[in-house]
């Protein structure tokens, strides 16, 4: 095994012992010391809860389920945010809004902080790779206890040691790191589906994009670690997976090995990986997320269409219709280029559902660009796009352009949207009458009389049935389209 693992905590390290320099030993000796207080105070009656507020995308999602599998080992219990007495903000920063979201968190968090001095705080994720950010939330918000990055996730059991016993405030903020310490074990909110990180980083500088700043370069997992990890997971319950990559057609270009990133193996790329999972038993759906138009293969489309595993439903990014935008946002494909290649998907998987981002008022953005961007939505008939604003992010090529106008935007995505919207509905309603199979989730939160079940599509129906269902894979007819969900039924 190639990965640094922190997972099977011993139960026999103590305080007096010194502390192991190597990963994961290190950690797994601080879980031990902070699961020897958390059952001091268990004895006192008093069980210590914790509670993860997550901010941004699946990476970030699959992050803190990661944390919440260490806290778990640790002999915390989950909790809701107000009952906590640990809460950890896992941030992004993709977007400036995202960072004003975490702000108007603490601001509240300030007076909880009074009720309860012994509330630990701790801050961690994207936002935390900016050192102008560390300042502000050091100077502004110093009731904060933990303060770590996206490199050292790993380092949780001993932050909250640190804080803890030596009364100081665990600031690590680290750069990038040469080797990888990987965390086994997270906690999931369904058992039975899971993401699983193919590779960390990115290289691909589009000129928006504030990701390859505070995620760092391209490190790809090893193919055998990453199939052992799907195995592990299928043997747990695990039947849906979604392999996460911030481009995974990258996947392969750097391996990393604990003690250094070292060089592809050319042959093993993305399409060779995903067939691989496909061939574990026992695993019965494959999603992945997220592949960049500038390299999707013919032999990914290939693999795809060889394998009813993997999900009929490609998220692929467009960004704009400009070639011209396209060109100025560093993303290496032409409008053509990118309908030859939906074209192309759709010819290969006719049942596919296509989704994708458009990111409106990139600086320079005219209105024969945006009426480029409207013409591929035409085009490639998306059943979903996620539609945003362009934020300004320091220290990126584009922050240092001339910006669009504030209400020029504005009106340009109004418009956006309604023909997104116009277009998805349709497209979403395609399967009206239908019987397909569905992951059944979980019980509906409004409806308890309804479970909540998964097409392969990634759109979801409500229908009622038995709770054993949960986690089971059923056919259900979508006996109706309500834009972006359907109501079913189990056929008799
Ligand atoms: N402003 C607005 N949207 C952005 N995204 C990435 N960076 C920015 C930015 N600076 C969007 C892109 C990407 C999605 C995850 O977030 O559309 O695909
Ligand atoms: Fe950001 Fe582009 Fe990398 Fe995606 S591919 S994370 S948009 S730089």
Same mark, same amino acid.
């Given at each position: 095994m190639d990965e640094r693992v922190i997972s099977n905590i011993p139960e026999a390290y103590h305080v007096n012992e010194p502390v192991p320099e190597q990963e994961p030993e290190r950690q797994e000796f601080f879980v031990s010391l902070c699961r020897n207080m958390i059952k001091a105070n268990r004895e006192e009656g008093r069980i210590l809860r914790y509670a993860i507020v997550t901010f941004g995308c699946q990476m970030n999602a699959h992050d803190s389920d990661r944390m919440r599998g260490l *806290?778990?080992?640790?002999?915390?219990?989950?909790? &809701?945010? /107000?009952?906590?007495?640990?809460?950890?903000?896992?941030? =992004?920063?993709?977007?400036?809004?995202a960072n004003q979201k975490l702000y108007g968190h603490l601001g509240q968090l300030k007076a909880l902080k009074r009720e309860n001095k012994d509330l630990l705080i701790g801050i961690c994720g994207c936002m935390m790779q900016q050192p102008e950010v560390v300042e502000h939330i050091r100077k502004s918000y110093p009731f904060v206890d933990i303060l770590f990055g996206t490199y050292n996730l790993h380092r949780l059991p001993e932050l909250i040691y640190l804080r803890l016993y030596?009364? #100081?405030?665990?600031?690590?903020?680290?750069?990038?790191?040469?080797?990888?310490?990987?965390?086994?074990?997270? +906690?999931? +909110?369904?058992?039975? +589906?899971?993401?699983?990180?193919?590779?960390?980083? =990115?290289?691909?500088? =589009?000129?928006? !994009?504030?990701v390859p700043y505070v995620r760092g370069r391209e490190r790809s997992?090893? &193919?055998?670690?990453?199939?052992?990890?799907?195995?592990?997971?299928?043997?747990?319950?695990? !039947?849906?997976?979604?392999?996460?990559?911030?481009?995974?057609?990258?996947?392969?270009?750097?391996?990393?090995?604990?003690?250094?990133?070292?060089?592809?193996?050319?042959?093993?790329?993305?399409? #060779?990986?995903?067939?691989?999972? !496909?061939?574990?038993?026992?695993?019965?759906?494959?999603?992945?997320?997220?592949?960049?138009?500038?390299? *999707?293969?013919?032999?990914?489309?290939?693999?795809?269409?060889?394998? &009813? +595993?993997? =999900?009929?439903?490609?998220?692929?990014?467009?960004?704009?219709?400009?070639?011209?935008?396209?060109?100025?946002?560093?993303?290496?494909?032409?409008?053509?280029?990118y309908l030859t290649l939906v074209q192309k998907i759709r010819e290969a998987l006719p049942d596919v559902s296509l989704t994708t981002?458009?990111?409106?008022?990139?600086?320079?953005?005219?209105?024969?660009?945006?009426?480029?961007?409207?013409?591929?939505?035409?085009?490639?008939?998306?059943?979903?796009?996620?539609?945003?604003?362009?934020?300004?992010?320091?220290?990126? &090529?584009?922050?240092?352009?001339?910006?669009?106008?504030?209400?020029?935007? /504005?009106?340009?995505?109004d418009r956006l949207l309604k023909v997104v919207s116009e277009i998805a509905h349709t497209r979403c309603g395609r399967f009206e009458g239908q019987t397909v199979e569905v992951l059944v989730e979980e019980r509906n939160a409004q409806d308890?009389?309804?479970?909540?079940?998964?097409?392969?599509?990634?759109?979801?129906?409500?229908?009622?049935?038995?709770?054993?269902?949960?986690?089971?894979?059923?056919q259900v007819k979508l006996t109706k389209a309500h834009g972006f969900y359907y109501t079913g039924e189990i056929p008799s």
């Open positions: *806290l778990e080992q640790i002999g915390y219990v989950e909790a &809701p945010e /107000k009952e906590a007495d640990l809460v950890i903000y896992n941030t =992004c920063t993709v977007r400036e809004n030596e009364d #100081k405030h665990a600031i690590e903020i680290l750069p990038e790191p040469r080797e990888h310490v990987e965390i086994r074990g997270a +906690k999931r +909110k369904y058992p039975f +589906k899971s993401g699983v990180n193919i590779m960390y980083g =990115c290289n691909n500088f =589009c000129t928006y !994009c504030i997992r090893t &193919p055998e670690d990453i199939l052992q990890d799907v195995r592990d997971l299928v043997q747990d319950g695990v !039947c849906e997976i979604m392999l996460l990559g911030q481009n995974v057609n990258s996947y392969g270009t750097n391996f990393m090995e604990p003690s250094a990133i070292i060089d592809a193996d050319p042959d093993f790329g993305f399409p #060779k990986l995903l067939d691989a999972v !496909c061939q574990i038993p026992g695993l019965q759906r494959v999603r992945f997320m997220t592949p960049h138009p500038k390299d *999707l293969s013919d032999e990914l489309i290939d693999v795809i269409r060889r394998n &009813p +595993k993997v =999900c009929r439903h490609i998220h692929l990014p467009v960004q704009s219709g400009s070639t011209e935008v396209l060109r100025k946002m560093n993303r290496r494909y032409t409008k053509e280029h981002d458009i990111m409106i008022g990139f600086p320079g953005e005219t209105e024969a660009d945006f009426q480029e961007t409207l013409d591929v939505v035409r085009q490639a008939q998306y059943d979903q796009a996620y539609t945003f604003i362009y934020s300004r992010r320091t220290g990126t &090529p584009a922050a240092v352009m001339e910006q669009v106008p504030e209400d020029v935007v /504005k009106d340009r995505f308890p009389n309804l479970l909540t079940g998964r097409l392969e599509n990634n759109l979801l129906v409500h229908f009622s049935g038995e709770d054993s269902l949960i986690g089971q894979f059923v």
